[in-house]
């Protein structure tokens, strides 16, 4: 085990763990709120967030210990497992609500893809820390990442699980923005793209995700039907007002009116029972997160732990708005969790690891 | 410290105005999304703010209708009627008890009454609908409707109630509803349901709950501080359950129920049709009303009914177990043939009793019936004809027999729970008591009075392979699901569950024997003689003593108490040539088998044959 560098200790992230910790315990109380129904004042899905949020910030503090560089080296093992993983959901993983998105082993249940999710950061991030500086990237040098990202994100999508499969795509997208690449070819993947979306459209879109796609274009298609998650959760969240109304004092979600309100909605619960007051804060926190996460990519001493620092906060930030903007009705109905704030150990533990590489690349930008 | 590999190149402007644009751009989106936030929460807001003197959101649930259950003619065995239910939301009430006096002086109730429904809600519980009255009638809601506007935080429902239309007829079949149990919300089976959900508890509505139960919708209302709607928000409407065609004939119920109670016995009625498993009447007396249950019954009513000492509750058809009495012969008789005891030359002289070692055996025919053949024996019901066949054959040959033909397991009827009955062996009486088995109990196992046990519909079920050559169906009375408009879900197909071991032979001379005892002189089951058209039939009766082999020291039936009276079992096959029907009844403590048992059998296939015979007319 190496030496523990004083260093270290000096240049302890602090803001990020103060952040961190402020959304996380946020999120454990209002899984309280979200919980189904019961006169426990703690219900088992809060506890056992809580149980894997002190688990997941044990295994943070143990992760800083070894350099983030050395993660470059392990990049390929590291996506080359969460490719088996998913192969490997899409063999033995049960069908749940109609799609296979877990491996179960006991008690455990991993979904495989969340981790996929800094699995393909590290490794784009090393794949763009070795390209030749001084030139532009054109669509030849592109080939081998889009291979690279196209393999786990069609078994995503097998699973099926399309708000995932989006979110990788962004992530890749924003990887695209922060190389250097030429203008014509972003124009070429333009089009490819646009292209891409229609075979989607008329191939591999589940009608559910199609009627879904079509409502948020214009609600009043089906008011009744798939319209109706995101009536429910604007209502709750409207309703919430300036002040809202009170931890667990959230009619709209305790009538279990709101549906996923544990998972992919628990924003609305959390803007019901807090109003725009605490709403906004837990945004702000966000875009905290966000900036200064952004900002230790900026510092860090190497290319491969600036790109993996962006790498990271794309995940947060994807995720934050793709979540939030569903829940407030600017986005079509995908289900994806709220980073931090949703129900879930896999999602949870991600971006927890995030974090501590986030950490790590700010507490060794002296450190050459 | 060790050297990493891999590239370190300065970041410095490399891609730092790149993450500079990033910052800026992540910052915008959030700005969106505030604004948004905003635009709901604080100005469109307003609309939805819950407080006393503003307007509110309201959330109705609208409660499925329950699917239509039908008997095989298509006549209605349940349906829905609507129930008139008051409601209240604790919060939106100001001081809840001056609102539940009020409530009950209009609808006639007393206000504790109410208070004990309701109880104290608190915490979330204060934000929800709480039902104070069900099923108070149209008029009384009418009344509380009239005043809505001076009751805030009151409200009136019109839901669907289950309606079963012949009250206490083939309850046991239809099942109950009740409110889901904790237990179950854990299980697996209901792990879609919700607490307070009304589920089929018992019989069919149990067993097809999923089906039956549809899916409640609801609505989001916009109200002002007076409960008056403002705006609908949002509405699911529910989804009305599939409805079930039965197996039962809903006339042929009636008749053997209403020929049961007039013995003002309990007991139970078994009808299948023996060409493919479909049961045609099951009946267990006394019943009870599953309307009660509907509504949500009382706490005076229920304890009622699971106290009452004729339990009412029990479904003696499938978990009845009884002594077999006579009806058992049939099994002695197939296993004395089988083994070989029992050939063409066969003969017993009864003189009115059986000797084994020091103890004497009595016939029911105290005079005796002089040489008895096997065919003479089944029609006469000859007791020492079978204690002889049962001591030369052995207690585990008669049971390796008795499990060959189906005894001793459940029928697999779908509607259970099913008692097993009990097939007696020497190594089961070590094993439930640690005793020896002594010979002479043979001796009364032969006759059906010994340690075992069958049920009804064991019964039913093996007279019926008996009577159409040997083929066993398994019993259902889901005949099939359709969806609300009539169009098939699901049907049953029959289930053939395998063919008697027994050969050809054999059969046929317990058969010829069982119509003998309908249609020979001196036949037990003589009442069977009169049916519609002259129809021949073929039967056994049974009666199984209570009182232990006990020489009865009242004399006659009549003067012996009702709960020392024998219990009388009939059970018969129509036509005895390709029978169409086959009906077990028991009434307990009936008395004779003959006397008690066999009239309500004969009425049962008299009603089958005259509505067979309007069927084809009509046709």
Redesign the interface.
């Not at chain 2, 928000?233 to 409407?237: A, P, V």
């Given at each position: 085990m190496p030496a523990i560098d004083r260093r270290l200790i000096q240049n302890f992230e602090w803001p990020l763990v103060g952040l961190l910790l402020a959304l996380s315990l946020i999120g454990v109380v209002n899984l309280i709120s979200a919980a189904p129904e019961t006169a426990d004042w703690f219900p088992a899905t809060a506890k056992r967030q809580f149980y894997m949020l002190a688990l997941g910030l044990l295994g943070l503090l143990i992760s800083l210990v070894p350099d983030y560089r050395s993660l470059e080296r392990y990049a390929i093992p590291i996506y080359l497992l969460c490719v088996a993983l998913l192969v490997a959901v899409l063999v033995v993983g049960p069908v749940i609500n109609g799609s296979q998105r877990w491996i179960v082993a006991g008690p455990l249940r991993l979904q495989p893809s969340e981790p996929l999710k800094l699995g393909l950061a590290i490794l784009f991030a090393r794949l763009l820390a070795r390209q030749d500086t001084r030139s532009e990237l054109g669509l030849l040098e592109l080939v081998k990442p889009a291979l690279l990202f196209a393999i786990p994100a069609v078994l995503v999508l097998r699973q099926p699980d399309l708000g995932t499969t989006m979110l990788l795509a962004l992530l890749a997208g924003t990887f695209l923005l922060v190389a250097r690449v030429r203008f014509s070819t972003l124009l070429w993947l333009g089009a490819a793209g646009m292209a891409g979306v229609s075979v989607a459209w008329f191939f591999y879109l589940h009608d559910y995700q199609k009627e879904r796609v079509l409502t948020f274009l214009s609600p009043e298609r089906d008011p009744l039907g798939t319209a109706y998650h995101a009536i429910q959760s604007q209502i709750a969240v409207g309703s919430g007002g300036f002040l809202g109304k009170g931890f667990r004092r959230g009619p709209q979600s305790q009538l279990d009116f709101v549906p996923e309100q544990q998972t992919d909605f628990v924003f609305s619960v959390l803007a019901e029972e807090w109003g725009f007051v605490g709403a906004a804060f837990v945004m702000l926190l966000y875009l905290g997160f966000i900036v200064r996460g952004l900002m230790i990519a900026r510092a860090s001493k190497d290319l491969f732990g600036a790109y993996l620092g962006v790498g990271v906060c794309a995940i947060f930030f994807w995720g934050g708005f793709i979540n939030v903007g569903m829940v407030l009705g600017v986005l079509p109905v995908v289900g994806v969790p709220l980073p931090l704030l949703s129900y879930g150990g896999s999602s949870l533990l991600t971006c927890l690891i995030g974090t501590g590489l986030l950490m790590n690349i700010s507490m060794r930008r002296y450190i050459f | 410290?060790?050297r990493?590999?891999?590239?370190?190149?300065?970041?410095e402007g490399?891609?730092?105005r790149?993450?500079?644009t990033?910052?800026v751009l992540?910052?915008g989106?959030?700005l969106?999304?505030?604004f948004?936030?905003?635009y709901?929460?604080?100005v469109?807001?307003?609309?939805?703010?819950?407080s006393a003197s503003q307007n509110?959101?309201r959330?109705h649930h609208i409660k499925a209708t329950r699917g239509i259950i039908f008997d095989r003619n298509g006549e209605i065995l349940v349906d829905s009627r609507p129930s008139f239910d008051v409601l209240v939301i604790p919060h939106e009430t100001g001081d809840l008890a001056r609102a539940l006096q009020r409530i009950g002086r209009l609808i006639g109730l007393r206000a504790e009454e109410l208070r004990e429904r309701v109880g104290k809600p608190a915490?979330?519980a204060r934000?929800?609908t709480l039902e104070v009255a069900r099923d108070i009638g149209r008029n009384a809601q009418a009344r509380v409707e009239a005043r809505l506007y001076a009751l805030p935080g009151v409200i009136t429902q019109v839901a669907p109630v289950r309606d079963y239309r012949g009250r206490n007829s083939a309850a046991h079949v239809l099942g109950r509803l009740g409110e889901i149990s904790l237990a179950q919300l854990q299980s697996r089976r209901y792990q879609h349901y919700?607490?307070g959900d009304v589920i089929g508890t018992e019989g069919v509505e149990r067993l097809l709950d999923a089906d039956v139960r549809g899916r409640d919708g609801?609505k989001?209302l916009l109200v002002d501080a007076h409960g008056r709607e403002l705006e609908l928000?949002?509405?699911?409407?529910p989804q009305p359950g599939k409805h079930v065609v039965l197996t039962l004939d809903r006339r042929l119920q009636l008749e053997a129920e209403a020929a049961l109670d007039e013995t003002g016995d309990a007991g139970a009625v078994v009808a299948l049709d023996p060409r493919n498993g479909e049961v045609l009447v099951l009946t267990s007396r006394p019943s009870f009303d599953p309307n009660l249950f509907a509504v949500g019954i009382g706490w005076d009513d229920w304890s009622a009914l699971r106290t009452d000492p004729r339990t009412p509750l029990h479904n003696r058809a499938l978990q009845g177990q009884y002594p077999p009495g006579s009806t058992y012969k049939v099994v002695t008789a197939l296993a004395g043939l089988e083994e070989g005891v029992i050939d063409d030359d066969f003969r017993v002289h009864c003189a009115g009793s059986f000797r084994l070692g020091r103890r004497r055996y009595r016939c029911w025919k105290r005079a005796g019936h002089g040489d008895v053949d096997l065919h003479r024996a089944l029609v006469e019901s000859c007791d020492v004809f079978f204690y002889t066949v049962g001591v030369e054959v052995g207690v585990d040959r008669i049971a390796h027999h008795a499990s060959a033909l189906g005894l001793g397991v459940p029928t697999g009827i779908e509607l259970g729970p099913e008692a097993a009955g009990l097939v007696p062996t020497r190594a089961w009486k070590k094993r439930r008591f640690g005793e020896r088995w002594i010979e002479g109990e043979t001796v009364s196992l032969a006759i059906g009075q010994g340690f075992n046990l069958w049920t009804p519909i064991q019964l039913a079920s093996l007279y019926g392979a008996i009577g159409n050559g040997g083929a066993r169906y398994r019993p259902f009375v889901v005949k099939r699901v359709t969806d609300p408009d009539g169009r098939v879900l699901r049907e049953t197909q029959p289930q053939f569950v395998g063919s008697l071991p027994v050969s050809a032979h054999s059969l046929a001379q317990v058969r010829h024997g069982l119509r003998g005892a309908v249609h020979d002189p001196h036949g037990t089951g003589w009442v069977m003689r009169r049916l519609p058209g002259g129809v021949e039939s073929a039967g056994k009766t049974g009666t199984a003593q209570v009182v232990k082999l006990a020489k009865n020291p009242l004399g006659k039936d009549a003067d012996i108490p009702e709960w020392l009276r024998d219990h009388a079992w009939f059970v018969t096959y129509v036509p005895a040539q390709d029978p169409r029907i086959v009906i077990a009844v028991l009434v307990e403590h009936g008395g004779h088998g003959a006397s008690a048992a066999a009239p309500i059998a004969q009425r049962v296939a008299a009603t089958f044959l005259a509505n067979e015979g309007e069927l084809h007319a009509r046709h």
């Open positions: - | 410290m060790s990493i590999s891999g590239t370190r190149l300065p970041v490399q891609i730092e790149r993450l500079v990033l910052t992540v910052m989106v959030w969106v999304l505030l948004r936030l905003f709901l929460q604080v469109l807001g307003e609309r939805f703010r819950i509110s959101v959330t915490g979330r934000f929800q919700g607490r609801g989001n928000l949002g509405k699911i409407e």
